[in-house]
Structures are given as C-alpha cells and as structure tokens.
C-alpha cells in the first residue's frame, strides 16, 4: 500500500513539473522596420507574458521602438541588423514607433 502510494505522489510531481514548464513557455514576436517606410509587429493583441521579440532591422534610416508599461527598448537608427529581446508584457497599449519617421511609421501593440 505505501509503495503504491509513493508511486501516486511521484507521479503527481511529475504531472504538475510538465505542466509548470508547459504554461510558463516564452513566447514569440517578430517585428520589422524597413526596408521602405513600414514597421510592422506579427500580432497586434496578445496575452501579457515573458516575450522572446526578434526585431529585424532592414534600414540604416529606421529604428525601431518600443514603449509600454514597464518597456522600453529601441534599436540603433544607423544599424541593419537582427536584435532578440526579452521583455515581459503586462495589461496594457505598447506603442512601435520609428524615431526618425514617428508621424508616419507606428503601430500599436495591445496586451489584454
């Protein structure tokens, strides 16, 4: 009876470790500037969280720049390169902006 019942609580652990690991899994973004005047970010809501974001910047007269609660990351205007960031998302409006192109490259961010 107790080695079926240490197998019971064994097995409990490892049920609820897998699923620990399972639903506290990074997510992923993807944004972009350039090469022409375009930002992009690939979802436009999503649920707040640890964020792996790859921001791919294809122009050396853009930037990309975020600002939300608890965020504020930017990349170099004259570099064209690939950043990886990690941020955590929490509730709230994340605004992406082009520094140098504000009025016309933005986009919005919504983590509900």
């Given at each position: 009876m107790r080695l079926l019942a240490s197998i019971t609580?064994?097995?409990?652990?490892?049920v609820l470790a897998?699923?620990?690991?399972?639903?506290?899994?990074v997510k992923r973004l993807t944004a972009t500037d350039g090469p022409?005047?375009?930002i992009t970010m690939s979802?436009?809501?999503?649920?707040?969280?640890?964020?792996?974001i790859t921001v791919r910047d294809r122009s050396a007269i853009h930037n990309f720049h975020l600002i939300g609660p608890?965020?504020?990351?930017?990349?170099?205007v004259a570099a064209v390169k690939t950043?990886?960031?990690?941020?955590?998302?929490?509730?709230?409006?994340?605004?992406f902006v082009c520094d140098p192109h504000a009025t016309i490259m933005k986009g919005v961010l919504r983590v509900t």
């Open positions: 609580a064994a097995a409990t652990v490892a897998i699923g620990g690991t399972s639903s506290a899994a022409g005047f375009t979802a436009k809501t999503v649920m707040p969280g640890r964020y792996v608890g965020v504020n990351k930017a990349t170099s950043y990886v960031w990690t941020v955590t998302l929490k509730r709230g409006t994340y605004r």
